[in-house]
């Protein structure tokens, strides 16, 4: 594990957290990892897969891996529905009669974690009131503006099939997103016991896998700021790839400036998931991918999205390995 | 008139030719800038060009740049390889600029293409089939013209590679000797082309410091001067014609002189090649043996023969005591070689100089011929300008005139006059050379000015001997001597050796495609062969520092030095990062057979990506690529490590 000292705590905040998560989701690791790469990165997750999946199950158990802590509760839910109104998920002014005032009643949006689910079910106007809070961590009711939790981490769920009467997210709405996340199918071995520990899991969770507390997790997301290493090697290969992608004959539209932003706190959460206190190459060749996919708007007939991100990062891939070898002085 | 008219017409020739391809190949460029499917037509139309040049250079028609060619053809080679490779090298780079805004890779890749696209063109394009586009541009360089790259291209003096014997100037007087014969002016006659290469098989220097090659002999007096034999039955020394097999000539001497120590003669043989056409085969005095050999080099020779002579090795003052004539010879002999003018006027000149001799001399023939001849060398002026083919008796003319004329007339009139003493004489002709111009080199270069024509004298013991006249007074021009290294050359081809390159002639009659693939794939060959000599032994004095360097070196320079030397044992045997790919995932894929690799890959990372200002930690990377050495060796294939002992490359795949 790292070496660093100060890297202790968000360490160890990652390790109780993934082991909790796993211990309640079978056969998901790597979705596990995105997920919690997203969560100390700042971002935002939208899970993309089928009904019964397991996508709900890990939003919770993510929720309910975070102690409670101030004003906020830790999970809330929301069901997306074509007739939801916008204050139905930012919360309403209601009159109070005793006093005579409106006060604010805050909806599901305040809380640690928020698991908006069939997020293409509703009408835009609704979608745009959730990016809103999303990107600005803040929602605005009757031109007043109440902060949401610092935490405030999304995870919206999609099914890519049942298309009928949904309202497709935009691509500048996508890119709201840190990490778009097919789930594919769990393994036999998952999928049996799965069934096999439906019981155990269904009960308390052990009590060697203690809750996160909120001001842990924020503390381990300045951690992994401050004391990740990025070299600039990274960078030029950020930018190169990006580069790369806009080129690439097949896409549209490239990644934008402020996915790169975005990916450099996640690639930093990535080394430190691996153990390492600096970027390495790894972290772009699995992150990248898995941020920058669901970003590009391809022509027809395109290949998808991931392995064109993939074909387009080998050469900046290769010049930042050819470069470790190159004498620096 | 600006320029003159000779500029103006220049000009007007090269224009079209230069502005027209520049033009075209102007507007596709710009073109290009627009599409990049424009490109290829450009790229098609600079491939024609040059591949209009090569094949115009290939069938002979163009020698420029003058420059470059002449000093190439005045070395004795065919400037053809030198002006293919020149044009090779300028459609390289023009291809290297033209590709050098696409795609790396592919710049190669269309660089190569079209290399073999132009030579694939080089070759469609048909032989000749520029003489109709060169005559459209008056670019032939024909001599009709006085261009100066025909008389290079079409056999000029100084051009032996580009002589093509057939359409040389012996072409002309295809049925003649190119022997003087004639008593005309030969002021004229400024060409100098080589006839023959004679090589000898043996030293011999003439006493009289002149070889004399005959060819034919002048011995029946028609009334007005000696001609051709033409009843066979005279000059039995002379061959007719070439013949197929070996040609015996009877001997007409004896094989010592009485009163002189030694033989007389001594037998030398001699290899002709002729370059240009002679109706019979001449050879060194006396020729008494002929054997036509295979030709060494049907490109540049007609025919090639061997020659026994036996020349005479003893000074003239050895003859003083011969008798005239054959011992054998008849009185029908005596008087065909005796014959001459019933003029008064030549037996009173003889008397006048004879009287001149000692009375116990004048009895002598030998001498009696010798004072004959010292009065010419004396009185007689040579010169080219002499005219006198038209006067009804040219050789009195000459003689009794005013002295002046060239060989044919000194030779004629030494010969009347040598009859008019009494001594059998008669005229030869054919070829003579100073001794000096061997230069002691084994080889003679013959040329048409060395043709001659002298008198010659039948002595008992000696048979035919000349005894030219040399007059005091000279008019002509010196005769340069041939040049050294082209006569060396020559010699050398002549009895079959290849001469140093082989230029191929310029007519493109006789070419084939090895031709010019050849001598560009022989250099190649030989480029190749030598950057493999040093490259091998470079690649393993770098593959042998690579590997002790980690060792050797500064502790901050370890990471990368080590890091480099696992890379170079683990492509020694046959581990490699593909493109692409990241080191995690190539030190996972090798972490199978090295455990120690992949510490030694999150070592190295640690240092050249993590945050700067740590410790080298020199000693564990050393530990860590010594283990990585062992364990990777341990689990390769013995042919694996076979390959891994000898490659000397394999760092350079390291990357």
């Given at each position: 594990?790292?070496?660093?000292?100060?890297?202790?705590?968000?360490?160890?905040?990652?390790?109780?957290?993934?082991?909790?998560?796993?211990?309640?989701?079978?056969?998901?690791?790597?979705?596990?990892?995105?997920?919690?790469?997203?969560?100390?990165?700042?971002?935002?997750?939208?899970?993309?897969?089928?009904?019964?999946?397991?996508?709900?199950?890990?939003?919770?158990?993510?929720?309910?891996?975070?102690?409670?802590?101030?004003?906020?509760?830790?999970?809330?839910?929301?069901?997306?529905?074509?007739?939801?109104?916008?204050?139905?998920?930012?919360?309403?002014?209601?009159?109070?009669?005793?006093?005579?005032?409106?006060?604010?009643?805050?909806?599901?949006?305040?809380?640690h974690?928020?698991?908006?689910?069939?997020?293409?079910?509703?009408?835009?106007?609704?979608?745009?009131?959730?990016?809103?809070?999303?990107?600005?961590?803040?929602?605005?009711?009757?031109?007043?503006?109440?902060?949401?939790?610092?935490?405030?981490?999304?995870?919206?769920?999609?099914?890519?099939?049942?298309?009928?009467?949904?309202?497709?997210?935009?691509?500048?709405?996508?890119?709201r997103?840190?990490?778009?996340?097919?789930?594919?199918?769990?393994?036999?071995?998952?999928?049996?016991?799965?069934?096999?520990?439906?019981?155990?899991?269904?009960?308390?969770?052990?009590?060697?896998?203690?809750?996160?507390?909120?001001?842990?997790?924020?503390q381990?997301?300045?951690?992994?700021?401050?004391?990740?290493?990025?070299?600039?090697?990274?960078?030029?290969?950020?930018?190169?790839?990006?580069?790369?992608?806009?080129?690439?004959?097949q896409?549209?539209?490239?990644?934008?400036?402020?996915?790169?932003?975005?990916?450099v706190?996640?690639?930093k959460?990535?080394?430190?998931?691996?153990?390492?206190?600096?970027?390495?190459g790894?972290?772009?060749?699995?992150?990248?991918?898995?941020?920058?996919?669901?970003?590009?708007?391809?022509?027809p007939?395109?290949?998808?999205?991931?392995?064109?991100?993939?074909?387009?990062?080998?050469?900046?891939?290769?010049?930042?390995?050819?470069?470790?070898?190159?004498?620096?002085? | 008139?600006?320029?003159?008219?000779?500029?103006?017409?220049?000009?007007?020739?090269v224009?079209?030719?230069?502005?027209?391809?520049?033009?075209?190949?102007?507007?596709?460029?710009?073109?290009?800038?627009?599409?990049?499917?424009?490109?290829?037509?450009?790229?098609?139309?600079?491939?024609?060009?040059?591949?209009?040049?090569?094949?115009?250079?290939?069938?002979?028609?163009?020698?420029?740049?003058?420059?470059?060619?002449?000093?190439?053809?005045?070395?004795?080679?065919?400037?053809?390889?030198?002006?293919?490779?020149?044009?090779?090298?300028?459609?390289?780079?023009?291809?290297?600029?033209?590709?050098?805004?696409s795609?790396?890779?592919?710049?190669?890749?269309?660089?190569?293409?079209?290399?073999?696209?132009?030579?694939a063109?080089?070759?469609a394009?048909?032989?000749?089939?520029?003489?109709?586009?060169?005559?459209?541009?008056?670019?032939?360089?024909?001599?009709e013209?006085?261009?100066?790259?025909?008389?290079?291209?079409?056999?000029?003096?100084?051009?032996?590679?580009?002589t093509?014997?057939?359409?040389g100037?012996?072409?002309?007087?295809?049925?003649?000797?190119?022997l003087?014969?004639?008593?005309?002016?030969?002021?004229?006659?400024?060409?100098?082309?080589?006839?023959?290469?004679?090589?000898?098989?043996?030293?011999?220097?003439?006493?009289?410091?002149?070889?004399?090659?005959?060819?034919?002999?002048?011995?029946?007096?028609?009334?007005?001067?000696?001609?051709?034999?033409?009843?066979?039955?005279?000059?039995?020394?002379?061959?007719?014609?070439?013949?197929?097999?070996?040609?015996?000539?009877?001997?007409?001497?004896?094989?010592?002189?009485?009163?002189?120590?030694?033989?007389?003669?001594?037998?030398?043989?001699?290899?002709?090649?002729?370059?240009?056409?002679?109706?019979?085969?001449?050879?060194?005095?006396?020729?008494?043996?002929?054997?036509?050999?295979?030709?060494?080099?049907?490109?540049?020779?007609?025919?090639a023969?061997?020659?026994?002579?036996?020349?005479?090795?003893?000074?003239?003052?050895?003859?003083?005591?011969?008798?005239?004539?054959?011992?054998?010879?008849?009185?029908?002999?005596?008087?065909?070689?005796?014959?001459?003018?019933?003029?008064?006027?030549?037996?009173?000149?003889?008397?006048?100089?004879?009287?001149?001799?000692?009375?116990?001399?004048?009895?002598?023939?030998?001498?009696?011929?010798?004072?004959?001849?010292?009065?010419?060398?004396?009185?007689?002026?040579?010169?080219?300008?002499?005219?006198?083919?038209e006067?009804?008796?040219?050789?009195?003319?000459?003689?009794?005139?005013?002295?002046?004329?060239?060989?044919v007339?000194?030779a004629?009139a030494?010969?009347?006059?040598?009859?008019?003493?009494?001594?059998?004489?008669?005229?030869?002709?054919?070829?003579?050379?100073?001794?000096?111009?061997?230069f002691?080199?084994?080889?003679?270069?013959?040329r048409?000015?060395?043709?001659?024509?002298?008198?010659?004298?039948?002595?008992?013991?000696?048979?035919?001997?000349?005894?030219?006249?040399?007059?005091?007074?000279?008019?002509?021009?010196?005769?340069?001597?041939?040049?050294?290294?082209?006569?060396?050359?020559?010699?050398?081809?002549?009895?079959?050796?290849?001469?140093?390159?082989?230029?191929?002639?310029?007519?493109?009659?006789?070419?084939?495609?090895?031709?010019?693939?050849?001598?560009?794939?022989?250099?190649?060959?030989?480029?190749?062969?030598?950057?493999?000599?040093?490259?091998?032994?470079?690649?393993?004095?770098?593959?042998?520092?690579?590997?002790w360097?980690?060792?050797?070196?500064?502790?901050?320079?370890?990471?990368?030095?080590?890091?480099?030397?696992?890379?170079?044992?683990?492509a020694?045997?046959?581990?490699?990062?593909?493109?692409?790919?990241?080191?995690?995932?190539?030190?996972?894929?090798?972490?199978?057979?090295?455990?120690?690799?992949?510490?030694?890959?999150?070592?190295?990372?640690?240092?050249?990506?993590?945050?700067?200002?740590?410790?080298?930690?020199?000693?564990?990377y050393?530990?860590?690529?010594?283990?990585?050495?062992?364990?990777?060796?341990?689990?390769?294939?013995?042919?694996?490590?076979?390959?891994?002992?000898?490659?000397?490359?394999?760092?350079?795949?390291?990357?």
């Amino acid at each position: 594990m790292s070496e660093s000292q100060t890297l202790i705590l968000a360490s160890s905040v990652l390790d109780r957290l993934r082991k909790r998560l796993r211990f309640s989701v079978l056969g998901r690791d790597e979705v596990v990892d995105l997920i919690l790469v997203a969560l100390l990165a700042d971002g935002h997750v939208l899970l993309e897969d089928y009904p019964g999946s397991g996508k709900t199950t890990l939003a919770k158990a993510l929720g309910d891996a975070i102690e409670d802590g101030g004003d906020f509760p830790a999970f809330r839910r929301i069901q997306f529905t074509p007739d939801l109104l916008p204050s139905d998920i930012t919360g309403i002014s209601v009159f109070d009669a005793e006093t005579g005032k409106f006060h604010f009643r805050p909806g599901p949006l305040f809380a640690h974690i928020v698991l908006g689910d069939e997020i293409n079910r509703t009408s835009p106007k609704v979608q745009a009131a959730m990016l809103e809070a999303m990107a600005e961590k803040q929602v605005t009711v009757d031109n007043e503006t109440h902060a949401l939790d610092d935490l405030f981490f999304v995870i919206a769920t999609q099914n890519p099939r049942d298309v009928a009467g949904t309202y497709p997210l935009p691509v500048p709405q996508l890119d709201r997103f840190l990490f778009k996340i097919r789930m594919d199918d769990i393994s036999r071995d998952a999928e049996l016991s799965v069934l096999r520990t439906r019981q155990a899991r269904g009960g308390e969770i052990p009590v060697d896998l203690p809750r996160v507390r909120h001001e842990d997790l924020l503390q381990a997301r300045l951690q992994v700021e401050q004391e990740i290493f990025i070299s600039d090697s990274i960078h030029h290969c950020l930018v190169d790839l990006a580069r790369e992608l806009r080129a690439h004959p097949q896409v549209v539209q490239g990644v934008s400036t402020r996915s790169l932003v975005l990916m450099v706190p996640a690639l930093k959460a990535s080394a430190l998931l691996r153990g390492r206190n600096f970027v390495s190459g790894d972290d772009l060749n699995w992150l990248a991918p898995r941020v920058f996919g669901h970003r590009l708007d391809l022509a027809p007939g395109a290949p998808p999205a991931i392995e064109i991100v993939q074909s387009c990062l080998k050469k900046p891939m290769e010049s930042l390995s050819v470069g470790t070898l190159q004498a620096t002085d | 008139m600006i320029f003159g008219s000779r500029l103006t017409y220049g000009i007007a020739e090269v224009l079209p030719a230069f502005t027209l391809p520049l033009s075209v190949v102007a507007s596709l460029e710009s073109l290009a800038g627009r599409n990049a499917t424009w490109r290829t037509a450009e790229l098609v139309v600079l491939g024609v060009i040059f591949a209009t040049l090569f094949a115009a250079h290939r069938d002979g028609f163009i020698d420029r740049p003058f420059f470059l060619a002449d000093p190439i053809l005045r070395s004795g080679r065919d400037p053809l390889i030198y002006l293919l490779l020149l044009g090779l090298g300028l459609a390289a780079i023009m291809a290297v600029v033209l590709a050098k805004g696409s795609h790396a890779r592919r710049s190669f890749l269309g660089f190569t293409v079209l290399l073999l696209g132009l030579v694939a063109l080089f070759l469609a394009l048909p032989k000749g089939h520029l003489k109709g586009v060169s005559e459209l541009h008056r670019l032939q360089a024909g001599k009709e013209n006085g261009d100066q790259a025909g008389g290079k291209s079409k056999g000029g003096e100084e051009d032996p590679g580009g002589t093509d014997p057939k359409k040389g100037k012996g072409g002309e007087k295809n049925d003649e000797s190119l022997l003087p014969d004639s008593f005309n002016d030969q002021s004229d006659s400024s060409s100098d082309s080589p006839v023959a290469v004679v090589v000898f098989h043996g030293d011999y220097t003439p006493a009289l410091g002149f070889y004399y090659f005959r060819e034919t002999a002048f011995s029946t007096y028609n009334g007005l001067r000696v001609v051709q034999d033409a009843t066979a039955r005279f000059d039995r020394d002379i061959a007719t014609e070439f013949s197929q097999g070996i040609l015996s000539i009877p001997q007409s001497h004896a094989a010592t002189l009485p009163g002189t120590p030694g033989p007389a003669f001594r037998n030398i043989r001699t290899t002709v090649a002729l370059m240009a056409p002679h109706p019979r085969p001449f050879g060194l005095v006396d020729m008494f043996s002929y054997r036509p050999t295979g030709n060494p080099d049907p490109r540049r020779f007609f025919q090639a023969y061997e020659v026994q002579s036996s020349a005479l090795v003893l000074p003239p003052q050895a003859l003083i005591n011969e008798e005239a004539g054959g011992p054998e010879w008849d009185p029908k002999q005596w008087a065909h070689y005796t014959e001459g003018s019933i003029d008064p006027r030549y037996g009173a000149l003889v008397e006048r100089i004879i009287s001149e001799l000692p009375p116990n001399l004048r009895d002598r023939p030998f001498f009696r011929a010798v004072a004959i001849k010292l009065w010419l060398d004396q009185n007689g002026t040579y010169t080219l300008q002499a005219n006198t083919a038209e006067d009804a008796d040219p050789v009195a003319k000459f003689l009794f005139g005013d002295l002046r004329g060239h060989c044919v007339h000194f030779a004629h009139a030494a010969c009347m006059l040598y009859r008019a003493a009494g001594v059998p004489a008669r005229v030869a002709g054919g070829y003579a050379a100073p001794a000096t111009y061997r230069f002691g080199g084994a080889s003679l270069l013959l040329r048409s000015r060395n043709a001659h024509a002298w008198p010659e004298i039948y002595l008992r013991n000696t048979g035919w001997i000349p005894l030219d006249i040399s007059p005091a007074k000279n008019e002509a021009k010196a005769q340069a001597p041939p040049d050294q290294g082209l006569q060396q050359m020559l010699g050398n081809m002549a009895v079959g050796e290849k001469p140093p390159p082989d230029p191929p002639p310029l007519d493109g009659s006789r070419h084939t495609l090895w031709d010019y693939l050849g001598p560009i794939l022989r250099l190649l060959g030989l480029l190749v062969l030598t950057l493999l000599a040093l490259a091998i032994p470079a690649g393993w004095l770098t593959r042998l520092w690579r590997h002790w360097v980690p060792f050797l070196c500064r502790p901050d320079k370890v990471p990368r030095l080590a890091y480099r030397a696992a890379l170079d044992q683990a492509a020694r045997l046959g581990q490699l990062r593909t493109f692409g790919e990241s080191r995690e995932n190539f030190a996972a894929r090798v972490s199978t057979r090295s455990s120690s690799f992949q510490a030694l890959t999150a070592l190295h990372l640690q240092w050249a990506l993590g945050a700067p200002g740590r410790d080298p930690e020199a000693a564990r990377y050393r530990a860590l690529l010594k283990s990585v050495r062992i364990e990777l060796w341990s689990t390769a294939t013995s042919s694996r490590r076979w390959v891994a002992i000898l490659d000397p490359f394999s760092w350079m795949r390291v990357h």
